[in-house]
């Protein structure tokens, strides 16, 4: 059972995902919170598998949550999802940045929002909008922003560590690098693994931002 947690400002919102995800067999609505102080309150309380995030709330947003959530190693299990009104929007990359595992729209569908938490859950694949590629292509092709990964930083990746963060970037999940390398899906997910501890990954979405950050992979124009 995937056991999430809601944080938005308004209480019909909240009360109208906790309907969708209570519906589906293998997830449940553990707490909501209307800020982001009462988000982290509860996931240190609640320790759930994902939160649903919205990033504009009063007192602290979910911008500066989502950092000390993924900041916090006792809290290393916990996966945010962004929800946003805009899914092309730079506070969304800069959540992605900060470790959110994906991110997506308010007007999403019931089974749109139960894919992306469960693929958020099992950290297997990177986000479920479409739109993602085209958001870090957007932000990394504009000026480096500070405490942007350089070239250098991929020098502690083997060869083939390396060839896997770029399958990763383009959005193969570790069924697909393990079918385009001819290895396992284990060893395909350990490859992953080490990449992130390398690197100081959170998670796949900041080995994605990190693979255009170095140049690793290019945006398409």
């Known amino acids: 059972m995937i056991r999430v947690l809601l944080a938005d400002d308004q209480a019909l919102l909240r009360h109208g995902f906790r ?6 067999p ?3 609505v553990v707490g909501e919170a209307a800020d982001g102080d009462e ?21 602290t947003d979910g911008l500066t949550a989502t950092s000390q959530i993924t900041a916090d190693p006792d809290l290393a299990s916990v996966k945010v999802l962004v929800l946003t009104t ?5 506070y969304v990359f800069a959540a992605l940045r900060a ?29 479920s909008p479409a739109a993602t590629k085209g958001l870090i292509a957007r932000f990394l092709s504009g000026p480096a922003e500070g405490g942007a990964h350089t070239s250098e ?3 502690v990746l083997t060869e083939r560590e390396r060839e896997v963060l770029t ?55």
């Open 39 to 59: 988000a982290l309150a509860l996931v240190k309380g609640l320790a759930p598998d994902v939160v649903l995030m919205d990033i504009r709330m009063p007192g």
């Open 26 to 28: 293998d997830m449940e």
């Open 99 to 127: 470790g959110a595992g994906g991110f997506i729209g308010k007007s999403v569908t019931a089974a749109e929002l139960h894919d992306a938490i469960r693929l958020v859950a099992g950290g297997d694949s990177l986000l």
């Open 153 to 155: 930083d991929l020098a």
């Open 167 to 221: 399958l990763v970037a383009l959005g193969r999940t570790n069924d697909e690098i393990a079918d385009a390398l001819g290895i396992s899906r284990t060893t395909a997910k350990t490859h992953v693994n080490r990449a992130m501890l390398k690197l100081g990954a959170h998670d796949r979405a900041q080995l994605v931002i990190i693979a255009y950050e170095t140049g690793l992979v290019r945006p398409r124009r």
């Open 19 to 24: 309907v969708l995800i209570d519906a589906a």
């Open 86 to 90: 805009f899914e092309i929007d730079e």
